[in-house]
């Protein structure tokens, strides 16, 4: 089955600058790779996602690239704000290999004022 | 909002208990999905159902019991639980398998 790598468990910012998070995927089937944002006390919420045909998606600040070849793809968050902090999932499904998405273990991300 | 309800947000219970979750979604979707999420831990899927048939189970205990009467509506039947069974335990809902999932905002599980 799918495996999905995700680094680093904790980033530690300061207000402004970027964070990117790494995630790496097994299935080369995988075609859909979704990214959540876990608030404390909330559930997951989606925030930005990417399919397998383009490699690279942009929605104001945060962004995600894809590299198929490699199997890995990215968030990055620009200009960060105490509010972006959270703990951040990867996750990859495809209705090639198999459509229950696989997460990662999660990334706690810390921006300080 | 997602769109995603979960009740109750909280729940404690002893272990000789019966207890239900109860997670609800009017966005139309045909799938839903129960998650348990431990401390230190990735997302655990439980079940999959698809247009109210069951598809995955993934070997979940039997103390835990799922029920989709319909599309809109997913329970989990709780009994006889241990206190490593503490969780968060998350719904989710998706169009279709393989789909965006929104999820509820949990419920908060504590066994004693």
């Known amino acids: 089955g799918e495996n999905v790598e995700q680094h680093p468990s904790t980033l530690s910012v300061q207000e402004g600058d970027s964070a990117v998070i790494k995630c790496t995927y097994s299935?080369?089937?995988?075609?859909?790779f979704p990214w959540y944002k876990q608030e404390l006390g909330k559930g997951p919420q989606l925030i930005i996602d990417?399919?397998?045909?383009?490699g690279e998606k942009k929605d104001q600040r945060i962004a995600v690239t894809l590299n198929k070849t490699a199997k890995h793809f990215s968030l990055h968050i620009t200009e960060t704000q105490p509010e972006d902090s959270a703990v951040y999932f990867c996750?990859?499904?495809?209705?090639?290999?198999?459509?229950?998405?696989?997460f990662g273990r999660g990334t706690s991300l810390i921006v300080h004022p | 909002e997602t769109g995603v309800t979960q009740t109750p947000r909280h729940l404690v219970m002893g272990m000789t208990n019966k207890k239900s979750l109860k997670c609800e979604q009017h966005?139309?979707?045909?799938?839903m999905y129960w998650y348990k999420q431990s401390a230190k831990k990735p997302l655990e899927l439980m079940f999959v159902?698809?247009?109210?048939?069951?598809?995955e189970n993934n070997s979940v205990p039997s103390r835990f019991s799922p029920e989709c009467p319909n599309s809109s509506h997913l329970f989990l039947h709780l009994h006889t639980l241990q206190p490593e069974d503490s969780a968060l335990y998350l719904c989710?809902?998706?169009?279709?398998?393989?789909?965006?999932?929104?999820f509820g905002q949990g419920t908060r599980l504590t066994v004693v």
């Open positions: 989710a809902s998706s169009q279709d398998r393989g789909a965006e999932a929104f």
């Open positions: 299935d080369s089937a995988s075609n859909y």
């Open positions: 990417i399919r397998s045909n383009v």
């Open positions: 996750a990859a499904l495809g209705s090639g290999g198999s459509y229950i998405p696989t």
């Open positions: 966005l139309g979707h045909n799938a």
């Open positions: 159902y698809n247009f109210k048939e069951q598809t």
